[in-house]
């Protein structure tokens, strides 16, 4: 049993294995080299020689415990033939949402597209760099998705001012992802993912009282899936008030927590495995103050299972040495 799942089950590991969310990408030169020649970062992503080399840079690097494939949780409405795309200095893009359209996707026709990503997890799966690590494959919860697919451009501003004007349209799409999901999901599993992540990262958009039904239901049906097919489930719920609640109803195997979550009390509160949390603007900073910051979720998940890895994403100004500095650490501790 690799790391991960030993700390997952509950069970103690030497120290916690760590990874790190957006491990692969533009904080390091050898993505970029990459990212240079090839300006279309969907085509990057169906691009299975390159994405399959892209997922394992970092583990030539460094010591980490997984890998997390290189893809976006975008490539689900790019496969259901909504137009996607990455603008520099802005971000997502998408096109029109046609309902008609969405609802006549076949199936076969969704996995042809999305075919090298499957084929990208087996390549990996099969390099030796991955031997007693976990592949990790994700996918975008449905309320996250769905921000993208209806607001159509980030929601870091605002959400369109008519967004939950069309309720028919947007229990539709939920439906529409619910089914899309399992099948990326049983995809990814089958060519060499050992665990899902799901990444909510705009549940934070929503009040308390809309949660049951944009984030608790959705969510839960495919953690139920995952979970029948024997393979650990984390969620990250980005930016929820009341992380308990949502482990409760929920109920992932394991919890990736945002910079904003105290985890002290979190700790207390919360009785399943438990990752994440250290702000990657901390790796902006210094190694002193990174060692004072890391030890501080070291100490304090030091008996309870604890994931390492960040309260969000790698931010692109990383400096490489200090990750280096940051998993050595974890590793001496
Ligand atoms: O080079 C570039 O310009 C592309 C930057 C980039 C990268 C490296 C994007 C565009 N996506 C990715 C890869 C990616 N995205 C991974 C790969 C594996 C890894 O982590 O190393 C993963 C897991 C994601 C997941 C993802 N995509 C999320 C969830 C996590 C999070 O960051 O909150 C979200 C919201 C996206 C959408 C997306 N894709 C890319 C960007 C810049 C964004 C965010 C847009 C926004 O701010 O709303």
Known sequence: MTPIQRTIIGKKTDNPPIWLMRQAGRYLPEFREIRKKNPDFINLCLNENLSSVITLQPLERFELDAAIIFSDILMLPYGLDQEVKFKKNFGPQLGPLDLNRISKIDEVDFVEKLYPVYKSIKK????????????IGFIGAPWTLLVY?????????????????????????????EKFLKLHIDHQIKNGATIIQIFDSWAGLLKEKDLPNYVYIPTLNLVNYVKSLNIPIICFPRGVKNYKNYCDIVKPDAINIDYNVNPISICKEINIPIQGGLDPKILLTDKENLKKEA?????????HPYIFNLGHGVLPQTEPNMVDYLVKMVKDY
């Open 295 to 303: 030890k501080r979720y070291l100490d304090i998940f030091k008996d």
């Open 149 to 177: 697919m209806i607001n159509k451009h980030s929601p870091k501003k605002e959400l369109i001012k008519d967004f939950f004007k069309d309720e028919f349209l947007i229990n539709r799409i939920l439906k529409i992802l």
């Open 124 to 135: 990996v799966s099969e390099n030796n760099l991955i031997k007693n690590k976990n592949l």
